[in-house]
């Protein structure tokens, strides 16, 4: 069978796709029908974070699979409460989950929980609170809510009139936030790290600030951690690095390791918010995806999380040395192994350039080159990156 032939006209044409057909993958690296291997520093848009085929999650999984694949929610299944129990010590104690199959299913049920919340919690003059803050330049996901919270026009123009009450703030200026407050306000909804904004990171005083401005006002704060959750920053989760819980925060991508989940985590004051027939999910805390997420977790220890920041620190070492070196390269932002360049050109050709030398990254924003390598790379590996990419702006460079 010709893959990309019977892709192209059997599935809908939604995706741009690189001319790569995976055969197989293992750890940080990807083979294609014709065995030619990648370095992945990509791990499937932040997803296989323990590299790809850990042996741990894997052997996790076929337990599952031999015990049940799916039962309705209307029956207890002991995987889905140990998972629950796992993540709400990890997190809020005292608080509750809900689990689903992505990040727009996690971001949507936040989203359920703030309007039904500010109807719920009328504001001092009496008007239901049903209006949410977002931010310019963010990403919450492709449903029409999540997709109307997401603060990136050219994802808008096709699917107009979107639902309302979503408004839009600037990230990391906290007065443009103050000035969108009204007696109508509920939440706000923030990434810590916008991703597919073009790794653009929060400042700490501003989410400090944004905290402040939910308990004075008596707003609900939600963070979206889908991309920079599960490690990726160093911590288990973005907002340790911060001092600064939230009333919700999201989780998807990383959680299962590569099996479909998400999951919104509430804290207390908000955990009793959807009630019986609020909220449902056919498939969601899927067994087989919650048994991964069990034995993700357990992987997740204080040594791995220091490993993944030294990585970090090594990589960004290397990028910045090749910035030095080449003026195309604007900045190099980071939190732990969320890594964005910023070209002062586009970065596709530099991104096919080093998929041709086995080396997978991706460019969002057009000129940002991002990179969510799994935690299993080795300093080698690292070594390895930096060299094709000085190879790449090098030939970037000639081309002019």
Known sequence: MDTKKTESKYLMQTYSR??????????????????????DFFSGISVCNLGHCNPVVNAAIKKQVDSFVHVSNRYYAKVQAELAESLMKKSFPDGKVFLSNSGAEANECAIKIAKKWGIDNPSKEGEKRIEIISFENSFHGRTLATLSATGQK????????LPEKFVFAKFNDI???????????AAILVEIVQGEGGIQIADKNFIKGLRELCDKHNLLLIFDEIQCGMGRTGKLFAWQNLGVKPDVFTLAKALANGLPIGATVANKKTSEVLLSGDHGSTFGGNPVSCAAAVSVLKLMTPKLLKDVSEKAKYFVKGLNGLKK????????????LLIGVELDLPGKDIVEFCMNKGLLINCTQGNVLRFLPSFVITKKDIDFTIKILGEAFKWQMLKK
């Open 325 to 336: 070196e080449y003026k195309m390269i604007k900045s190099v932002r980071n939190m732990g």
């Open 175 to 185: 007065d443009s936030v103050k000035k969108l407050i009204n007696s109508k306000t």
């Open 154 to 161: 050219k994802f808008h123009e096709s699917f107009r009139p």
């Open 18 to 39: 690189y001319d790569l057909v995976v055969k197989r993958a293992k750890g940080q690296f990807v083979w294609d029908e014709k065995n030619k291997k990648y370095l």
